[in-house]
Every structure is written in structure tokens, then in C-alpha cells.
């Protein structure tokens, strides 16, 4: 059985003002392309299909339009959870006509999935909260997955009985999947953990989550669930969560695997190579992950240039990147040195000035500041200071409405 593994799609995610619509488009492209080259049997989505609660309408249409075509006119199941940026209402919402095309939405860590057959042979057999059992079309072994979604807190609470300890969470869920896989898997099917969680091997050191993300689990801390959690009749583990593609335990017989995004979302993954994953598992042996690199999107650089015409040269050979650049230079940036930059590179996100000598120019250090000068002036002497050029009209007057309000209270 060969099952495709991606997560954390974050359609409708946007890099500061810069629309991504175009390069999910092309990955969401490339993603069909290789299930039907590698003729995969599933397709798991480990949650945060979306980028958040209310997503635009081309993110939505981009969404259905891209699990319709997994789908292969309901002969390959497409099962998608809710992640941390996914409401699951909205996530559970078009579920009894996503069936009908073979694509199966779980949004709580209770959902259950209503029985079905399709067509074409596809067949839920067996479902219980966060459980269900399918047969694939031209398959003779049974694919078992155990469904957990994201929860916060409440939900946490409200549908596990969990209380706020990382012990107590652990536990619950140890149970609870000890229990299902107990109950339904054997060794004559496939058994999949499918969930959007913070996972890591006991006693290994937390990896970093991914830049903007709100860490999820969060009770007093990151919570981590360990690997050794898992059931041992589970053959193959598929989260979601972190960006970078990581096989979250390198001893276990179960592979344990985030997929990462097929997108490159913020700086902090710069240059960073994105995968699809695809699992083949016979039912009673172990599974073998191959690491499919994705190349449907623009690559995020981080770059540090001594001068413009250094950033100039750099920026003329990298087009195709969107760009971070911080520019080191010996005085503040001018109005022509930006628009000479922006006139050569369309992906710029950001420029940010690095004065390299700021206190020879400004003929003091900090130490020196005159305190009898107007709050303003102070203001535009900070600014000057950490950001290398003058405030702009609309940051002045923010900071003039804030003095204004304090001044009244």
C-alpha cells in the first residue's frame, strides 16, 4: 500500500503583503502530479489546511479543487485533519458531500466518520471517534487509521477528560489510542496514526517550532507528547505542525514523521528544501519513507550586503527568490537607494538598514542624550538610532496619537 503523506498546506497564508497564491497553486499542481506518477492508494493531510479560521474564498476554492483531483474520481482517499490554524467546524463542513468524492475531513478528536461505499469500490467499513477503517479499491488488506486532530485546552478537556499536565495528557492519549488500536488493529491490515501534535522522541531536545506559529498544546510550556506513546500495532506515524520535514524518532521500528510544508512560509525556513512524503507499508511489516523533494515554489533567501551596488549584483542573480536583505552601509539608506533596489528585484519583503558606524554619524552615543528635549524629538533620535533612517509621516503620527492619549488620561 503506498499512502502520501504532506501537511501544514497554510492556503491563503501571505508573506507580509506579498500574495503566495500563485506558488501554492503550482505546489498543490505538482503534489497531484506525483500521486498519480507514483499511483498512491491515500493521501494523509496532517492538518492546517488553511493559514486561519476564515480563509479567503480562493483558498477555499483552491482546497476543494485540489482534493477533488487527489481523489482520482473516489478511487484514492484524501483524509484531511484540523491542525491549530483550522477551524474544525469550517474543516467538518462540507463533510457529507466530501464523501461522495472519497475525501474524508476529521476536525475534532472525536469526529467519527459516517459508514460509506463508493463507486469505484472505496468502502468505509468500520468507524468509532477518532477512528475508521477503510477498504481501497484493488486492495485485499484493510487501511486503519487513528484520527487526532488538533484540540486546545477545552477540547482537551471536553472530549478526553484531560486536565492541565503534561503527564495527564500523555496518558489519556496513550490510553486512548491503546485502546482503539486494541480493539481494531491487527497484523492483516495497515494501522496509521494520523495527528496534528508536538511529538519528539523522550529525552530528545524540543525542535524549534515553526516563526509566528503559537505553540500548540500549550499548558505552561510547549507540551511534548513522546513517541513511545504510540501503539506498538501502529506501523506508521503522520503528523503535522513543523514546517521542516523531520522524522521525529530515528529508533523506532514505527517511523514517526512531520512532513513539513510544501512552502517555504517565513524567513526562519530560508533556503529550506520542502518534501512530499510516500510510505509503503504491507500489513505486519515495517513501513519505508522516501523523501519526494518539492520544487513548486519560490525560494525564501536571507541575504546580509555591505553597500548597495554588493546588494545590486546579488539581487540581479537571485530573481526568482523572495528576499530578506539587510543592508550594511556607512550612512542612512535614501529614498534613490530604495527605489534602485526595488527597481531590480520584484520579491523583495523587506530591507532592513544596518548603519554600520551609527554613533559617528549622529556625533553621540546613547549615553549622551539630552532628556530635556521634546518627547518627539527623542522619539525620532530612538528611531534614528535602532533603525538607521528617520520615522515616516504615518509612524509620527501614531506616536503623536499615543502622547495625545496619554496627555488626556
Given at each position: ?109 472525536n469526529s467519527i466518520v459516517p459508514p460509506f461505499i463508493l463507486e469505484s469500490g472505496l468502502q468505509v467499513l468500520k468507524s468509532d471517534r477518532g477512528f475508521l477503517e477503510l477498504t481501497l479499491p484493488g486492495s485485499n488488506s484493510p487501511l486503519r487509521i487513528l484520527l487526532t ?19 495527564e495528557l500523555r496518558r489519556i492519549l496513550q490510553q486512548r489510542w491503546e485502546s482503539i488500536a486494541s480493539q481494531y488493529c491487527d497484523d492483516r491490515g495497515v494501522n496509521i496514526l494520523l495527528s496534528h501534535l508536538f511529538m519528539v522522541k523522550k529525552g530528545d531536545p524540543l ?104 546588494a545590486l549584483l546579488w539581487l540581479a542573480e537571485n530573481r526568482d527568490a523572495l528576499v530578506e536583505l539587510t543592508l550594511v552601509t556607512d550612512t542612512f539608506l535614501t529614498a534613490q537607494d530604495r527605489r534602485r533596489l526595488q527597481a531590480t528585484h520584484e520579491g523583495i519583503i ?60
Open positions: 500500500m503506498k499512502i502520501l503523506h504532506t501537511s501544514d498546506w497554510h492556503l491563503g497564508k501571505r508573506l507580509e503583503d506579498f500574495s503566495r497564491l500563485e506558488e501554492q497553486q503550482a505546489v498543490m499542481q505538482e503534489i497531484c502530479e506525483i500521486a498519480d506518477r507514483e499511483e498512491a492508494d491515500a493521501v494523509l493531510i496532517a492538518g492546517d489546511l488553511f493559514d486561519t479560521f476564515n480563509p479567503p474564498t480562493e483558498a477555499v476554492d483552491l482546497l476543494y479543487k485540489v482534493l477533488k483531483r487527489l481523489t482520482a474520481n473516489g478511487r484514492r482517499p484524501v483524509i484531511a485533519i484540523a491542525g491549530n490554524h483550522d477551524s474544525p467546524d469550517r474543516i467538518e463542513a462540507p463533510d457529507p458531500l466530501a464523501r461522495e468524492c472519497g475525501i474524508i475531513f476529521a476536525g475534532y478528536p486532530p488538533y484540540a486546545n485546552e477545552y477540547r482537551l478537556k471536553a472530549f478526553l477528560g484531560h486536565e492541565n499536565s503534561e503527564e525542535p524549534e517550532e515553526p516563526e509566528e506559529e503559537k505553540p500548540i498544546l500549550h499548558v505552561g510550556g510547549a507540551q511534548a507528547v513522546y513517541t513511545e506513546n504510540i501503539p506498538s500495532q501502529i506501523q506508521y506515524t503522520a503528523l503535522g505542525h513543523l514546517h521542516r520535514m523531520h522524522k521525529a524518532d530515528d529508533t523506532s521500528p514505527s517511523p514517526v514523521y512531520y512532513s513539513g510544508s510544501p512552502l517555504s512560509y517565513s524567513f526562519s525556513e530560508a533556503d529550506q528544501q520542502k518534501y512530499l512524503l510516500l510510505v509503503e507499508i504491507e500489513p505486519g511489516h515495517g513501513a519505508t519513507v522516501r523523501e519526494i523533494p518539492l520544487t513548486g515554489g519560490k525560494r525564501l533567501l536571507r541575504k546580509k550586503a555591505y553597500g548597495v551596488e554588493e523587506s530591507i532592513i538598514p544596518e548603519v554600520s558606524d551609527m554613533d559617528a554619524l549622529t556625533g553621540r552615543s546613547p549615553s549622551n542624550i539630552d532628556l530635556s528635549q521634546s518627547m518627539e524629538t527623542l522619539f525620532r533620535d530612538y528611531f534614528l538610532h535602532e533603525k538607521g533612517q528617520e520615522p515616516g509621516e504615518e509612524i509620527l503620527s501614531l506616536f503623536r496619537e499615543i502622547m495625545a492619549e496619554e496627555e488626556e488620561s
